[in-house]
């Protein structure tokens, strides 16, 4: 079993700065993929950034040039640095990853943090 615990949430005015992190624990062998998705009230989750192992990066279109997501592998980590949020940034973000296990990847999901931006 695998845990994803999540971080750094908050409320922030418009044109603020984040840092979300997201520590996987538990039955890993290796992480393929971990990112960030995001949900707002009434909307469906979408993707915001992803990062391989390979360090190759993905972001939103919306979140491009102001996000920036980075990972310590030795740590189990990912990170979300969110720069000159908006309004329209407010959702629960949650943390992904997908994990070798041993025989085959599995996808997990931590439980979400809220970010919630606002003058």
């Known amino acids: 079993q695998v845990q994803?615990?999540?971080s750094g949430g908050g409320l922030v005015q418009?044109?603020?700065s984040l840092r979300l992190s997201c520590a996987a624990s538990g039955s890993i062998i290796?992480?393929?993929v971990m990112g960030w998705y995001r949900q707002a009230p009434g909307k469906q989750?979408?993707?915001v950034a992803t990062s391989t192992d390979g360090s190759n990066t993905n972001y939103?279109?919306?979140?491009?040039?102001?996000?920036?997501?980075?990972r310590d592998n030795a740590k189990n980590t990912v990170y979300l640095q969110m720069n000159s949020l908006k309004p329209e940034d407010t959702a629960v973000y949650y943390c992904n990853a997908v994990i070798w296990q041993g025989g085959l990847f599995r996808?997990?999901?931590?439980?979400?943090?809220?970010v919630t931006v606002s003058s």
């Open 4 to 6: 994803l615990v999540e």
């Open 14 to 16: 418009p044109g603020g």
């Open 30 to 32: 290796s992480i393929a």
């Open 45 to 47: 989750r979408e993707l």
């Open 60 to 70: 939103a279109g919306s979140v491009k040039g102001r996000f920036a997501i980075s």
């Open 107 to 114: 996808n997990y999901w931590g439980s979400g943090t809220q």
